[in-house]
């Protein structure tokens, strides 16, 4: 059992989020504890007021008013249901072998499925439909956008069980969905990206030209961003197997220039196309992550 005294913004660190039991569990604390410091904090504009009831207005049907809530806050409240959804989101995360890697206790899948989580909580919350999109070299798992309370259950149980799969081919599993999701909506893309950057990025214009907003967190380990190796190691493709023997200060300055052109190069290219894109590391507080998702959600309605 948890403290009800404990401050709930200490599970926003993944590494705390990590040693919990479950989906469901982590979810809902790294959306309280968001919540929490989002109130303590400078932020301003952000509805965070989840839709599952609205204040009654004249002309709303009388047998829609919660009366339970009633007797408890002598205030008059209307039921939201289904068709009063504002937004379709698709969340598409990227289960293939590289996300597999962490230089420390958390794998970039595990950082991505906890992001997933939190995000498909805050959402339904928010009375939007959500969608589960799990993919590596082909969609592994579709869960079509829902919003009732209790396709949580089915979200949470499908992150709950992810594991690192085949090599990554992300740009035919976007332009796949791109095809077969004919309402616009929200798409979430969770990855690291390590594939073709002109062919991702053309995938993802497919997602702006069929009217969908976008937004892309690239997730990356701080090793894979500073290559901070400091003796020999053999450096292994967790996709393909592949090795290679080096002494990684050999390397480490061309590294570094070629991993920032990578990640400049992402975001000039989404810029360019509206597309929001944030860079997250693994050992980042998920606050991050929500704020965005947040300003993004506010920006669209």
Known sequence: MLDKTTDKRKYL???????????????????????????????????VEFAEHRPYNPGD????????????????????????????????????GSMKYASGSISKLNYGSY??????????????????????????????????????NHLLAALEKVQAGAETRIAPQLHELAEK??????????????????????ALKHFRHKRHEVILFHIMDRQELEFSFNRQTRFIDLETSLHMNTEPWHIQEAYQGLIRQFIDNYKIQCRANNIDYITLITDQNLDLALSEYLRKRTRIG
Do not use: C
């Open 13 to 47: 660190d993944p590494a705390t989020i990590a040693r919990l039991d479950n989906m469901a569990l982590r979810a809902r604390l790294v959306v309280e504890g968001f919540i929490l410091g989002l109130h303590k904090s400078p932020y301003h504009g952000f509805s």
């Open 61 to 96: 049907e009388i047998r829609h008013i919660d009366w339970k809530l009633y007797g408890k806050t002598d205030r008059y409240y209307i039921k939201q249901f289904e068709e009063e959804t504002n937004l379709k989101s698709y969340i598409l995360l990227d289960k293939s």
């Open 115 to 152: 992001l997933a989580a939190a995000l498909s909580y805050l959402m339904l919350k928010q009375q939007d439909a959500v969608s589960l999109t799990l993919f590596d070299d082909q969609v592994r798992d579709f869960l079509p956008p829902v919003a009732k309370k209790s396709h949580l």
């Open 181 to 202: 999701l004919k309402k616009r909506g929200l798409i979430v893309l969770i990855s690291d990206l390590l594939d073709e950057p002109d062919d991702v990025i053309n």
